[in-house]
């Protein structure tokens, strides 16, 4: 028995003997799962079974000071990283899994998750940070490579996480809405809006309803005293779409600096929708301005930023900058965004 606990034995002699893991079957197309369950006792009728899975030796260990089993340190991952509205599965085969409890936005620090991983031995893989997910989701795996593990190994996991869990699906908060539709071809009725018919649909995507809708002529005065207008509704978001390129006619950002919002970010390396903007009131209320895009492209940047809002999180001109890396949307036939590289730097 060297110093880890473990010990090798010949399938023959092992009968009697308890498993101290998870033993995989895998049958292609049929199945691929434990066959026989940590803990189990070895018998003589098991033997051939164990044969035609590969197994002519396994291992058994006795618990030593300072060694953990693989699925002591998957929990011991697991209370590092488990926070708020996830569940766990597990463990199985050594693993533990991850699933959100509801819907909303799952939120990790990747340097910490890189740190962790820096540990040799330690794995833990996940979806994309700030990924928006639905209650059941898997949200991530973790495991020890090992069958057995320095106990140490884990001490360097907690202290590389820092305070409080790694991870959490933060709900989704914002639950009203004002959208304000800007164009005197829409205000003088020239044109059908259909912008704001787009919007609706992916603001009810993520449980917000429009309390109220204007539409404004041109100019930053006629759409600054529009957002006064909807200010008064008092919505967790306010919306505007239309008026935001460079051209004379398109105010829409003046008004809304002129409106009092703080501007994070006019402009963002995301294309489609370079010229969006986002800003907050004092009160923390956040306002939006919707390029052109959004209401034709399937995928654009309101799609990456619109969840993170609803969660309350609030943003930075950082987080806009750092958009670049997968910031460009590929135009597939099909879009299947969310699961496509656009918006996962």
Known sequence: MGASGMKMLQIEDAVGQVLCHDMTRIVQGEMKGPQFRKGHIIQAADIPMLLSMGKEQIFVWEKRPGMLHEDE????????????????????????????????????????????????????????????VKAGDKLAGM???????????????????????????????????????????????????????????????Y??????????????DKVAGAIACARKENPDLILCTGGMSVDPDDNTPGAIRQSGAAIVSYGAPVMPGVMFVLGYYEDGRPIIGLPGCVMYAAATIFDIVLPRVAAGLPMKRRDFSRMGNGGLCLGCGVCHYPICPFGKG
Not at 212 to 218: A, C, E, S, V
Request: charged share 25%.
């Open 207 to 220: 449980g917000i309803s429009v309390i109220k809708h204007i539409i404004t002529g041109d100019g930053i």
């Open 143 to 205: 495991k020890a490579v090992p069958l057995v593990i320095p106990a140490e190994k884990l001490r360097q996991a907690r202290e590389a996480a820092g305070e409080g869990p790694l991870m959490q699906v933060k709900p989704y908060l914002l639950k009203s809405a004002c959208v304000i539709t800007t164009g005197s071809e829409i205000a003088k009725g020239l044109i059908t809006d259909t912008f704001t018919p787009v919007i609706m649909d992916k603001l009810a995507g």
């Open 73 to 132: 340190a998957a929990e011991a991952l697991a209370r590092i990283c488990r926070g708020a509205n996830i569940r766990q599965s597990g463990p199985i085969e050594g693993k533990i899994e991850f699933f959100a409890e509801t819907d909303g936005l799952f939120c990790f620090d990747t340097e910490t998750l890189n740190r962790i991983n820096d540990i040799e031995d330690l794995v833990i893989a996940a979806r994309h940070a700030l990924s928006p």
